[in-house]
């Protein structure tokens, strides 16, 4: 769709070239880097607006920004889900006397007559971030080093649980990897100087902690690498009313209360288009809807937190199977010696953990109901086994929680806000009325 002033959009090219000669013949000025024409492109939210009204709205753009001094096209583009405006006008006016200077920050200029027009019709606006909040454009991704690749190889290695630790060394070998053996163990790959040792690979990675993982006794977690920035059209996030008599009591001022305003305004839009899109006719349904949204979270995070604290009991109970059988021997040479004080005191520590392993079975005795002794150890295999059982229902459910999470905390914002724009609830019917200025319109099973 294509509209134009002053112009005919078939020989715009040719006119706007043509100025320009006008330009130096009454001037007698010719610039080296010429500039033709200047573009401005101005989109709009998906679904709000028609082709239409997306074309006047950008004619009445630029015929606000150049105040009508020059000669410009509108194209508007249907063939995205955001319907969006191409202005094209001609640095040269009209009367072919003067050029168009494009002035420090005119995009800014540009920015608040779109904003405008926009509020003016109804549409959305993009809000303004504080800078800390910005998607930073130039920050690219950092280069993989050596260090990045063995951790990642180790990363790879771990997953394909290993026997044990020499087992694991070996399949750093298969990685390509040279490995020295030793007090410190280092690894060198293809291209590195020199070797990497173990601990210096940061927490995780030391052979401590990689022994405990083989062993069962600890969950490895891989180093969180900077992934590229993905940018999508997702709609604004959902936020609460303000109560600007509140903010005015606090010493706003009339710029403030202007804002937000219009940030209620806009609140209010989000709440009309979350209900549409999630098919609520009446406030009840979106009460119920908020409901079951929560008593979601609420079971997955109940979830979560049983499945840690079996985790840790089933870590700790591998933790006494093999302090028992390695200090069994000892404590059964304790015995014989008659309960020595000497002894003991030779064997203080290995005797602590065959005690604390013994303590640990007699409760596990109790938990079952079962006498002393009575109840059946697992094996380390079978503690392995309902380790990594457990651990995957967790991963499971925890990426189920933190979209769940995201829902609850939607429908309580919509819930609220409608309570605000329906007038439910005496203090919500007060900051309604005195931030907004609107009467309640409807009552708790209304329709919405």
């Not at 105040?67 to 889900?81: E, L, N, Q, S, Y």
Request: glycine residues 8%.
């Amino acid at each position: 769709m294509v509209t134009a002033y002053e112009c005919d959009p078939f020989t715009v090219d040719e006119e706007f070239m043509l100025s320009k000669r006008q330009y130096e013949h009454s001037t007698g000025r010719r610039q080296k880097h010429d500039v033709i024409a200047y573009q401005i492109r101005q989109s709009f939210k998906p679904g709000e607006v028609t082709a239409e009204e997306a074309n006047r709205i950008g004619y009445e753009l630029a015929m606000r920004f150049t105040k009508g001094k020059h000669a410009f096209i509108v194209a508007t583009h249907m063939d995205r889900p955001h319907i969006h405006n191409h202005i094209i006008f001609n640095s040269t006016t009209l009367d072919g006397s003067r050029k168009f200077k494009n002035f420090y920050l005119s995009y800014l200029a540009i920015q608040k007559i779109s904003d405008r027009l926009c509020v003016q019709h109804g549409l959305s606006i993009i809000e303004p971030k504080p800078y800390s909040e910005r998607e930073k454009w130039t920050d690219y991704p950092k280069n993989p080093s050596f260090r990045d690749g063995i951790c990642e190889a180790i990363d790879a290695i771990l997953q394909q649980k290993p026997e044990d630790f020499e087992a694991f060394l070996r399949m750093l070998e298969e990685y390509g990897y040279e490995v020295k053996r030793g007090k410190n163990i280092a690894l060198k790959g293809k291209g590195q100087q020199r070797f990497i040792r173990l601990r210096s690979l940061g927490e995780g990675y030391s052979e401590e902690e990689i022994r405990d993982v083989i062993a069962g006794a600890r969950e490895h977690q891989p180093k969180r690498r900077r992934k590229e920035k993905q940018f999508s059209a997702t709609l604004p996030k959902l936020q609460l009313l303000i109560d600007i008599e509140a903010k005015r009591a606090q010493g706003k001022g009339g710029g403030y209360v202007r804002w937000a305003k219009s940030f209620n305004l806009q609140q209010m839009a989000e709440v009309v288009c979350f209900v549409k899109e999630h098919g609520i006719g009446t406030y009840d349904e979106l009460v119920e809807k908020a409901d079951v949204a929560t008593a979601r979270f609420n079971e997955l995070s109940d979830s979560i937190k049983s499945a840690e604290k079996r985790l840790a009991k089933i870590a700790a109970l591998k933790k006494h199977i093999i302090n028992y059988s390695r200090t069994r021997e000892t404590y059964a040479a304790y015995k014989k010696s008659g309960y020595s004080q000497k002894f003991l005191a030779e064997h203080r520590e290995e005797i602590g953990l065959h005690k604390a392993a013994k303590a640990a079975f007699n409760q596990l005795d109790r938990a079952g109901g079962q006498g002393k002794g009575k109840a059946k150890i697992p094996t380390i295999r079978q503690l392995n086994q309902e380790y990594a059982q457990v651990l995957s229902g967790k991963k499971v459910a925890y990426a189920e929680y933190r979209e769940a999470r995201k829902q609850m905390q939607d429908y309580l914002i919509a819930r609220k806000n409608v309570e605000a724009i329906l007038g439910v609830g005496q203090e919500n019917m007060g900051m309604f009325k005195r931030g907004l200025g609107i009467s309640p319109t409807g009552k708790r099973s209304g329709s919405l």
